[in-house]
């Protein structure tokens, strides 16, 4: 218990108190609901933007096994059937060299590459331009497969 100089006890005022703690109560209840607002907020844009991607056409793509382990090309294309793309054709690279991943660019489209780069985590891309290519990219499959295969 607080004494004062005079070696009075210092008695709070219960009252004050109260209404003290009922006020960082309620301060806590209102940062609360507005981090809950906020979170449902942020939800719903991310709603909103996967179902306007979802309403965009199709990414067309061609997936090629570089990496020379048998099946790799199907599996990535099992992976990428879980996305808004259509995997026209599944085969074999020319050769079997690649040790990492690879997107490549047939079709100057920046918006799906970007889309494509989101949805498959690939980061590495090199451009080869086609206006007679049915796909817009190719995934040249490497060693580093199971990167982006989840």
Request: proline fraction near 2%; charged fraction near 25%.
């Amino acid at each position: 218990m607080l004494t004062n100089p005079l070696n009075r006890q210092f008695l709070p005022n219960l009252e004050k108190l109260k209404m003290i703690v009922q006020r960082v109560r309620n301060g806590y209840l209102i940062v609360a609901v507005a981090l809950v607002l906020a979170l449902l907020l942020l939800n719903s844009c991310k709603k909103q933007e996967e179902q306007e991607e979802d309403n965009l056409p199709a990414i067309r793509v061609k997936v090629l096994n570089g990496s020379g382990f048998s099946g790799v090309a199907n599996e990535m294309r099992n992976h990428l059937m879980k996305f808004n793309i259509d995997v026209i054709d599944v085969g074999n690279a020319d050769r079997f060299i690649y040790n990492r991943t690879i997107i490549v660019v047939k079709r100057d489209d920046e918006q799906d590459l970007e889309r494509l780069m989101r949805y498959t985590n690939i980061r590495r891309r090199t451009y080869a331009l086609s206006n007679e290519a049915d796909e817009s990219f190719q995934i040249i499959v490497g060693k580093d497969y199971l990167n982006y295969i989840k």
